[in-house]
């Protein structure tokens, strides 16, 4: 049920529709901008009626002939969905495109979103870069959560293979002295970096290293951090992205950077609902200690791997500070 929605509170009482919005996203990252909730997602899959991206400069870059069109190559842009209450939900059509992003042509994955200096700023990665190859995590600038974002440095910020981690599925998080983080990494490395003030490049840790390993047991990609009570849970996505045992785990430590206890699993597949359920964010509501998750997860009818849905279920905390395990809900 749907009550009134006032101070910018959102309302405790309701139960999202899963799947949340209709087509076929993934890697949801939700935030609370301007008194609304926000969802940023990659396009998983273009609907078949969409009007079809050029694919020239993508199809040379991977040297593929004009009839090979995998998904990941039609990956070119991002929409976005704002929502006063975690039921309703407005879309807002490419807020970023490849076609503002010089270096980038496909493969547009995994919007993190953060509002810093007065502005919004969108991490992406793009072109699913190899050793030797240009793409990697970029930063794009816009002046309203909405968009459209436009390339903020004409480069990547990450644009190389450190500690063995792909540079794609970054995180933003502000820690408490203000301080910007951008975790990221696939292929089972997890790395963190610091962001300077004006989000244009990487600073050095205390130790004087730029690129830091945190790669918890199970790591695969997909990592996102949250504080509650003094503790930093970091949480991540193991599994095959495309098989049914995708899933979310999660750690405990003291400070942004760990050290790390990894606790369980807080978010696997169920028979009776979705399977392939990952690549999660977490948001509080405001002024109350209720917290939601957002991720995404395939229908049981499907077993294509980019037929994914976004959904929203609760979160829930135990009095000891454990994450207990989320019951996947559907329309
Ligand atoms: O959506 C593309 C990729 O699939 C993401 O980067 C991974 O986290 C997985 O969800």
Do not use: C
Request: aromatic letters at 12%; zero cysteines; a neutral charge.
């Amino acid at each position: 049920a749907l009550a009134v929605t006032f101070f910018g509170a959102a309302n405790s009482d309701v139960t999202p529709r899963n799947p949340i919005v209709a087509g076929w996203y993934a890697d949801p990252e939700i935030r609370r901008f301007g008194g609304q909730y926000w969802i940023y997602p990659t396009t998983s899959e273009a609907p078949s009626d969409a009007p079809q991206p050029n694919l020239n400069e993508a199809q040379r870059r991977m040297r593929l002939a004009p009839n090979i069109r995998p998904a990941f190559l039609t990956q070119t842009y991002l929409d976005a969905f704002s929502s006063p209450d975690l039921v309703h939900w407005t879309r807002h059509s490419r807020v970023l495109d490849t076609k503002g992003v010089r270096w980038a042509a496909y493969a547009i994955w995994a919007p993190s979103v953060i509002s810093a200096n007065g502005r919004f700023y969108l991490f992406f990665s793009a072109n699913d870069v190899h050793e030797g190859e240009t793409g990697g995590i970029g930063v794009a600038v816009a002046s309203t959560p909405r968009g459209p974002f436009h390339d903020l440095i004409g480069k990547p910020l990450i644009g190389s293979i450190h500690n063995g981690a792909q540079p794609i599925d970054q995180f933003a998080f502000r820690d408490d002295d203000g301080q910007l983080y951008l975790y990221y990494g696939g292929w089972g490395h997890l790395d963190v970096v610091r962001l300077s003030p004006d989000l244009k490049s990487l600073m050095p840790h205390s130790d004087g290293t730029t690129f830091r390993e945190i790669t918890p047991p199970g790591y695969v990609e997909g990592s996102f951090v949250v504080k509650r009570r003094g503790i930093y849970y970091l949480m991540w996505s193991e599994g095959g992205w495309t098989g049914p045992d995708y899933r979310v785990a999660y750690a405990t430590g003291p400070t942004a950077l760990g050290p790390f206890t990894k606790k369980g699993t807080i978010l696997a597949q169920d028979n009776r609902v979705a399977r392939g359920a990952g690549h999660h964010s977490v948001i509080k509501e405001p002024g109350v200690d209720k917290w939601w998750i957002a991720y995404h997860r395939r229908p049981l009818s499907e077993t294509k791997g980019d037929h994914r849905v976004l959904a929203v279920d609760r979160l829930n905390f135990s009095a000891d500070g454990t994450i207990e395990p989320v019951v996947m809900t559907k329309q």
